[in-house]
């Protein structure tokens, strides 16, 4: 049985992984670069929708050793699914809206701390 914390661990490796790829599209696309000039493209994109997967499997990986049961989500759960799509999307939103590039800079930092205090301090 894996344990709560491998699956802690398993949070961690995503977490670090997709601010990686976030952090290069981001710097990519500040630089002048477009989908197309970009060399590692593909390999970006796979490790950003690996690594979600990642932080998935290790989130609800420890909510089944806590004992918090599917359907019946507690709020700070919710809002972190929510911060966990916003990561989604924000891989293909520097080459759509070039413009976006420097608000997401600071956006997606912000967001993964703010699901960091979620997991930690669970106000709700
Ligand atoms: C990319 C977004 C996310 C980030 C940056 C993030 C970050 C963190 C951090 C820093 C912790 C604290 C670990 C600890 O001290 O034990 C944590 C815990 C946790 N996270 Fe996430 N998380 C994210 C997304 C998610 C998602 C989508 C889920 C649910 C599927 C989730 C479920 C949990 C759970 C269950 C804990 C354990 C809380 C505990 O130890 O009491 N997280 N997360």
């Known amino acids: ?3 709560f914390a491998v699956y802690r661990l398993l949070h961690f490796i995503g977490i670090v992984i997709v601010f990686l790829a976030l ?3 981001i710097l990519h696309v500040v630089n002048g670069g477009t ?3 970009n060399r590692w493209r593909k390999p970006v994109a796979a490790l950003h929708g ?5 932080i998935l499997l290790g989130g609800f990986g420890m909510m089944a050793r806590m004992g918090i049961v599917h359907g019946m989500l507690p709020g700070w759960i919710w809002a972190k699914l929510v911060i966990w799509l916003l990561l989604g999307a924000a891989i293909a ?3 759509r809206v070039p413009q976006s590039v420097k608000p997401l800079a ?3 930092p912000l967001l993964g701390s703010l699901a960091a205090y979620f997991g930690i301090f669970k106000p709700f």
């Open 93 to 95: 939103l520097p080459y």
């Open 106 to 108: 600071l956006l997606v």
């Open 50 to 54: 690996i690594s979600l997967f990642v």
């Open 35 to 37: 989908k197309e000039t």
């Open 1 to 3: 049985m894996i344990s």
């Open 23 to 25: 952090g290069g599209s």
